[in-house]
Nanobody, 124 residues
Framework: QVQLVESGGGSVQAGGSLRLSCAAS????????LGWFRQDPGKEREFVAG????????FYADSVKGRFTISRDNDKNTVDLQMNSLKPEDTAVYYC?????????????????WGQGTQVSVSS
């Protein structure tokens, strides 16, 4: 089992940058594939980015490709999301998630473990 806590959200103007971080506690962090998801009120939760257990494979939603970068540090038990060139449509609550099954993160988008979320607001 793994517990996830996000940080780094905030408010920024369009074109700006934010870096989200997710700290994990629990055993065998490196066994888990990790991902970031987001949800705006009134909309469905959507996949943003995912990363394999070793960090060698990354996956992105088309809407953020080229602007967002996911990375992980298995020594520090953290996964980060660097967000550049932010747009108002990126406004949402961002959630860190984890699952031992990589397909649950990047294919079915149904990971077993979730953080509490952090708000990102982008103004035009």
């Amino acid at each position: 089992q793994v517990q996830l806590v996000e940080s780094g959200g905030g408010s920024v103007q369009a074109g700006g940058s934010l870096r989200l971080s997710c700290a994990a506690s629990g055993r065998a962090f490196s066994d888990y594939s990790l991902g970031w998801f987001r949800q705006d009120p009134g909309k469905e939760r959507e996949f943003v980015a995912g990363i394999s257990w070793g960090g060698g494979s990354t996956f992105y939603a088309d809407s953020v490709k080229g602007r967002f970068t996911i990375s992980r540090d298995n020594d520090k038990n953290t996964v980060d999301l660097q967000m550049n060139s932010l747009k108002p449509e990126d406004t949402a609550v961002y959630y860190c998630a984890a699952d031992k099954d990589p397909g649950a993160v990047v294919v079915t988008h149904t990971p077993a473990y979730w953080g509490q979320g952090t708000q990102v607001s982008v103004s035009s």
